[in-house]
T-cell receptor, first 114, second 113 residues
Framework: DQQVKQNSPSLSVQEGRISILNCDYT??????FLWYKKYPAEGPTFLIS?????DKNEDGRFTVFLNKSAKHLSLHIVPSQPGDSAVYFC?????????????FGSGTRLLVRP | KAGVTQTPRYLIKTRGQQVTLSCSPI?????VSWYQQTPGQGLQFLFE???????NKGNFPGRFSGRQFSNSRSEMNVSTLELGDSALYLC????????????FGPGTRLTVL
């Protein structure tokens, strides 16, 4: 049972344009969500997070939106840069069974074309 | 502040052997979590420790075990290695572990032959 889903395995975007990465979850008890960026053979690097009491969090070029009723979150990168090319994972935590652990989606590979 | 460190970075073992991986969290972080990353299964949670106590455990066989020391450093052990245990093993640390950002180390690449 996949509780966190990233349905797009890959995304290609032109440099300077907006990248939108999507994530859906099924567990309504999740109360904290994170986005990580990962390069091959390295650990995930934390990008941005959002608590369930908010619907938006912004940090520089990165903005995360949370729609609790739809159990959906998205990461917007504006403007996209070639250095943003990596695999992006969304993760969630919270609730009795999922406290103290992150449940990860399968990742979306972003390619930003120069 | 130094980040999360993991040793060794690479390891080659044969089936049936056992292995111990080490993780040193960021200074001041008391929660340490372990994850397994494989191409087919993505990032899967193994277990989480806080103040030397395991608070949560993923769906892995008993061959996978861990512990945390009083200085928050953690080790995980895999006994009777199988080919399918080949993976990148990632350690993450956070201050409290609950509604808290986890910071990952570079991982240990384990290859089982």
């Amino acid at each position: 049972d996949q509780q966190v889903k990233q349905n797009s395995p890959s995304l290609s975007v032109q440099e300077g344009r907006i990248s939108i990465l999507n994530c859906d979850y099924t567990n309504s008890m999740f109360d904290y969500f994170l986005w990580y960026k990962k390069y091959p053979a390295e650990g995930p690097t934390f990008l941005i997070s959002i608590s369930s009491i908010k619907d938006k969090n912004e940090d520089g070029r990165f903005t995360v939106f949370l729609n609790k009723s739809a159990k959906h979150l998205s990461l917007h990168i504006v403007p996209s840069q070639p250095g943003d090319s990596a695999v992006y994972f969304c993760a969630a935590t919270g609730g009795m069974d999922s406290s103290y652990k992150l449940i990860f989606g399968s990742g979306t590979r972003l390619l930003v074309r120069p | 502040k130094a980040g999360v460190t993991q040793t060794p970075r690479y390891l080659i073992k044969t089936r049936g052997q056992q292995v111990t991986l080490s993780c040193s969290p960021i200074s001041g972080h008391r929660s340490v979590s372990w994850y397994q990353q494989t191409p087919g299964q993505g990032l899967q949670f193994l277990f989480e420790y806080f103040s030397e106590t395991q608070r949560n455990k993923g769906n892995f066989p008993g061959r996978f075990s861990g512990r945390q020391f009083s200085n928050s450093r953690s080790e995980m052990n895999v006994s009777t290695l199988e080919l399918g245990d080949s993976a990148l093993y990632l350690c993450a640390s956070s201050v409290t572990g609950a509604q808290d950002t986890q910071y990952f180390g570079p991982g240990t690449r384990l290859t089982v032959l």
